[in-house]
């Protein structure tokens, strides 16, 4: 069965720093670009950063540029949110999703999904 697991959320005050793990089960994420998303309540779902299969590729939105890094280690499976200077607006459910398409941020193509972690930004 194919599984990704989210991991690392919490709360965190602002300027601090959390890192999400995105875990594949049932398959191997190397053939896959993997993108991370996130949903604040009451707002739709946005693409917040992505890497392609081979981590050669990055994209960020422009409210996480220079602030959040994604990376991937395929021979651990897994794909990694680094979030420095938190914000209180960063606050939101994260997902990671793998989608076999190209670009990265072709985000209406991400396939399989996570459960979420929630990430709270508070003081």
């Known amino acids: 069965q194919l599984q990704l697991v989210e991991s690392g959320g919490g709360l965190v005050q602002p300027g601090g720093s959390l890192r999400l793990s995105c875990a594949a089960s049932?398959?191997?994420?190397?053939?896959?670009?993997i993108g991370w998303f996130r949903q604040a309540p009451g707002m739709g779902r946005e693409g917040v950063s992505c890497?392609?299969?081979?981590?050669?590729?990055?994209n960020y939105a422009d409210s996480v540029k220079g602030r959040f890094t994604i990376s991937r280690d395929n021979a651990k499976n897994t794909v990694y949110l680094q979030m420095n200077s938190l914000k209180p607006e960063d606050t939101a459910v994260y997902y990671c999703?793998?989608?076999?398409?190209?670009?990265?941020?072709?985000?209406?193509?991400?396939?399989?999904w996570g459960q979420g972690t929630q990430v709270t930004v508070s003081s």
């Open positions: 890497i392609s299969s081979k981590g050669g590729s990055t």
């Open positions: 049932g398959f191997s994420l190397d053939t896959f670009a």
């Open positions: 999703a793998a989608s076999l398409f190209s670009p990265c941020t072709t985000w209406i193509k991400y396939m399989y």
